[in-house]
């Protein structure tokens, strides 16, 4: 099983849709958890940390439910710039000589159409 | 603007060459990392350094090296050894250990001719 699961997609929504992307982790210790939104032959950007309380970002709402070792990312009123590869990142637990490493999903597409 | 550069942009190496990739950051991060992304894949850890003068392999270090003389500095060697290197390279930073997540450069794309 890998140590962080997403659905590849592609997901292919119209203008002003609401898309929901999910996530699962398999190491219980995890610590922290992200979503980078990835460009066509770009970088990794930060989108949004996820707290266990839940978040939002704007149109952005990330949620966390340990228990189910669950992540999820919801866009509403999707805009086409909003087109990218959306990466479910989970980081360890740090401490002695671990130092809390970040481990990717393989990402999510998503293309907003007109 | 603090921030992390990466270069070359585009790099092309024949076979049995090594070549060298620049990561520099002037973020005053203590960590730092390397990663190499495929085609439809997620990122994979090559090394990572959490402080100067120490580092540690992560998931595919083979045919790889780094050095970290220098707290800003964390250059990646593509060895000959690595028999497929044709990838994208990115390099991190973070503050170190904590909760936070990473800042990336704008990565190197490799490719053997």
């Known amino acids: 099983r890998k140590e962080v699961e997403q659905d590849p997609g592609p997901f292919n929504v119209p203008e002003g849709a609401t898309v929901a992307f999910n996530c699962t982790y398999s190491n219980s210790a995890s610590q922290s958890f992200f979503w980078y939104r990835q460009d066509c032959r770009k970088e990794p950007k930060l989108l949004m940390s996820?707290?266990?309380s839940g978040n939002e970002d704007g149109r952005f709402t990330a949620q966390l439910n340990r228990a189910s070792q669950y992540i999820s990312l919801l866009i509403r009123d999707s805009k086409l710039s909003d087109s990218a590869t959306y990466l479910c990142v989970v980081r360890g637990r740090a401490g002695g000589t671990s130092y809390g490493k970040l481990t990717f999903g393989q990402g999510t597409i998503l293309t907003v159409h007109p | 603007d603090g921030g992390i550069t990466q270069s070359p942009k585009y790099l092309f190496r024949k076979e049995g060459q090594n070549v060298t990739l620049s990561c520099e950051q002037n973020?005053?991060?203590?960590?730092m990392y390397w990663y190499r992304q495929d085609p439809g894949q997620g990122l994979r850890l090559i090394y990572y350094?959490?402080?100067?003068?120490?580092?540690q392999k992560g998931d595919i270090a083979e045919g790889y090296s780094v050095s970290r003389e220098k707290k800003e500095s964390f250059p990646l060697t593509v060895t000959s050894a690595q028999k497929n290197p044709t990838a994208f390279y990115l390099c991190?930073?973070?503050?170190?250990?904590?909760?936070?997540?990473?800042?990336f450069g704008s990565g190197t794309r490799l490719t053997v001719v």
């Open positions: 991190a930073s973070s503050a170190g250990q904590g909760f936070g997540g990473y800042t």
């Open positions: 350094s959490q402080i100067v003068n120490d580092f």
């Open positions: 973020l005053n991060h203590d960590a």
């Open positions: 996820v707290y266990s």
